[in-house]
């Protein structure tokens, strides 16, 4: 069997991210299947030049207009196979112009959105794991499983030249601070982000300020700047999607909340301080390596829905105002002591 196969993945950064390695499963069990990618503007930057993907960019903006121009762009014939990764109402709309004679879509459990009708197959309803093993599980009604989590980005060499032009490689670690996630509710505070970035400072680290171009996180940046006592490379707004992954290749250690930026450094093998409240790392943090993660969630469930974490149903978010209080300043200098004591750093 080699089937056509068609994914549609649009968003956000941090899933894209996650169905990379569903992508190698595919592509290691059949080296020379066509497969196709409908995915959204900012996930084709990061990801364009993955070899062996033909990619089909659906721009929200653009709206049933768009929806029909992507079925035109796609191959007459259909697919055997579509993975349909989303369950967002507009994605499983945009999936009824997708041609596909099997339809995967998510178990019960995690669908929404009229998600059902979308579909004539599901994965395996397990609750209680990581989103990239449940991305990962689309293989199965393949006959596949995913054994092995592998990324391989496809960072050009230029974004690595630009990377290492940034600061000197003279062996002085690297705290890397990305201070915004896309839900504003999951963002710490600029004055807890410049404490720890001080505290590292003073340990003889490097800190780097990294982030996207919007008015928050230039804001957010300013004033961590402002309220540093240590000098800080500040870097916010001067990468691209394509330099993003080799600037955070880089560090050493990235502190950030639950982000995209958290899912392609633990992509690009880097460690990460996670800052979790309003999420649950267990579900959505960094996939490899969840040592250095503060969290906070069970505190949170208990504060703002008045019981335990394990009682909540997986996947439940927290985003609340002022939740991110429960990380403190103390929590993320434990953690990052422990990186310290781990690494010899």
Request: proline content about 6%; charged content about 25%; hydrophobic content about 45%.
């Amino acid at each position: 069997m080699r089937p056509s196969i068609c994914l549609l993945r649009l968003s956000a950064l941090g899933d894209v991210t996650h169905v990379v390695p569903l992508v190698r499963t595919l592509q290691r069990a059949w080296p020379d299947a066509p497969l196709y990618w409908i995915i959204d503007p900012a996930g084709h930057r990061l990801l364009e030049g993955l070899e062996g993907v033909s990619f089909h960019v659906y721009d929200k903006r653009t709206g049933l207009a768009g929806m029909r121009a992507l079925r035109r762009s796609l191959p007459a014939a259909g697919f055997e196979v579509l993975l349909q990764l989303q369950v967002a109402a507009r994605a499983n709309l945009l999936s009824a112009f997708v041609r596909a004679r099997r339809r995967v879509g998510y178990d019960r459990a995690r669908s929404k959105d009229l998600h059902g009708l979308f579909v004539n197959e599901r994965i395996p309803d397990r609750p209680g794991i990581h989103v990239l093993d449940a991305i990962g599980s689309f293989c199965e009604p393949l006959g596949l499983k995913q054994e092995q989590v592998a990324w391989n980005l496809p960072v050009p060499d230029a974004a690595r030249e630009w990377a290492r032009a940034q600061w000197a490689d003279d062996g002085t670690p690297v705290l890397m601070v990305s201070p915004c996630s896309s839900h504003a509710r999951r963002n710490w505070y600029p004055q807890r982000y410049a404490a720890l970035a001080d505290h590292a400072a003073a340990r003889g680290w490097r800190v780097v300020l990294c982030g996207g171009r919007s008015a928050l996180e230039r804001e957010t940046a300013d004033a961590i700047v402002a309220t540093m006592r240590a000098p800080v490379l500040d870097l916010v707004g001067k990468d691209t999607l394509k330099q993003l992954p080799a600037l955070l290749e880089r560090a050493d250690l990235l502190v950030t909340p639950d982000s995209g930026p958290m899912h392609i450094a633990n992509a690009m093998g880097t460690r990460v301080l996670g800052l979790h409240a309003a999420s649950n790392p267990a579900r959505s943090g960094p996939y490899s390596d969840r040592r250095y993660c503060v969290d906070r969630y069970d505190a949170a469930a208990r504060r703002y829905l008045g019981k335990p974490a394990a009682a909540l149903k997986w996947g439940t978010k927290i985003e609340h105002d002022g939740v991110m209080e429960l990380v403190t300043v103390d929590d993320a200098i434990d953690a990052f002591e422990r990186y310290r004591a781990d690494h010899g750093r």
